[in-house]
């Protein structure tokens, strides 16, 4: 394979680098995000729908469009806004904020919350299910053990195939009816996904993405894993400075007339930025922690911090707050190693 010379491949990853810190902070458009963790925060907005993938997928914000989500545990929290349909597959899927259109839900365990409210229809096929919230339209419910809360508010029928416990004061303008032909389709008692299995599935796709970036770039990785462990702060700076800035700098090139086509390129660069910084945090870290031992293989430090970070995926609160510190220290270490061989390379060439 021809390899770019090294002040391309810099600016290369280093326009990737930048535009991959648009995921922390404001408003995107169209965003497509792989990652241990997927967080929409509280204030952010996303435009044009949303496509995850990871261990855990969490939506605090709003997303204007539609969502698709496949992780260990998928929640669109209380509070949250998803104006377009909402397709989520995995272990553990919560819906407890407001739906706009319909609600999909494949999974080992679904709970449509109180709070929550879908004006479309709901259809789930899962281990178990329990709908407490309001459902404007149909909801069809396949799984081994169903739960209507008393707070449930269903606008038309209610169709079951499973356990039914219909609590009182649980309300369904339609009828309420049982329908085999929803196991037949794969939904119900046949239906079941393990709560780890996207935790796994994320896992093993960050060892591979990993190990072809040690492999390609070696000296590049090692550099950025020393400045994350050896500059914490500085990196952190660094990282910080480019969740605010970024987003400043990308709208003011896609509403120039030339700098339109390359925001949309953008978005497909910043997807894959957003899971190389990711895959470096983990390396980084455990390279820091293969520091106190005497070993120092560079695959095992990936494999040490993939899988302690597939691990913190079951500390619902920590495994946030360390993803989130890791992709700052990350990023400020990357965009400095960036910047470091850009001018290196632009020394050498002016020689």
Do not use: H, K
């Amino acid at each position: 394979m021809t390899q770019l010379p090294a002040r391309s491949r810099a600016v290369a990853l280093l326009l990737a680098a930048l535009l991959l810190c648009t995921a922390a902070t404001g408003t995107a458009t169209a965003a497509s995000r792989a990652d241990g963790t997927v967080v929409v925060g509280p204030n952010e907005t996303i435009t044009d729908g949303l496509s995850a993938a990871g261990g855990t997928i969490e939506i605090y914000g709003t997303v204007r469009g539609d969502v698709q989500a496949a992780g260990g545990s998928v929640v669109v929290a209380d509070g949250a806004t998803v104006t377009g349909d909402v397709q989520a597959t995995g272990g553990d899927v919560t819906i407890a904020g407001s739906v706009g259109g319909n609600v999909d839900i494949a999974s080992g365990s679904a709970t449509v919350a109180r709070n929550a409210t879908v004006a479309g229809n709901l259809s789930v096929a899962a281990g178990s299910a329990v709908v407490a919230g309001t459902v404007d339209g149909d909801a069809a419910v396949g799984a081994d053990t169903i739960t209507l809360a008393s707070t449930a508010r269903v606008g038309g029928d209610f169709v079951y195939d499973g356990t039914l416990t219909r609590e009182t004061g649980s309300e369904v303008a339609g009828d309420v009816r049982e329908d085999p032909s929803l196991g037949d389709a794969g939904m119900g008692s046949g239906f079941s996904l393990p709560s780890w299995l996207g935790t796994a599935y994320g896992f093993l796709v960050n060892l591979l993405v990993g190990a072809v970036l040690l492999a390609a770039f070696p000296r590049f990785s090692r550099d950025v894993a020393d400045r994350v462990a050896g500059t914490p702060l500085r990196a952190a700076g660094v990282g910080l400075l480019a969740l605010v800035a970024t987003p400043i700098l990308l709208f003011v090139v896609a509403i120039t007339v030339v700098g339109l086509p390359l925001a949309l390129a953008g978005v497909l660069v910043y997807a894959l930025g957003l899971w190389v910084a990711a895959v470096y945090g983990q390396y980084a870290l455990g390279a820091w922690l293969l520091s106190y031992t005497d070993r120092t293989n560079r695959y095992l430090a990936l494999l040490v911090g993939a899988l302690l970070l597939a691990l913190l995926q079951f500390v619902p609160v920590l495994d946030a707050v360390v993803g989130f510190a890791l992709l700052v220290l990350a990023l400020g270490a990357l965009a400095s190693a960036l910047y470091a061989r850009y001018r290196a390379a632009g020394e050498l060439a002016s020689a």
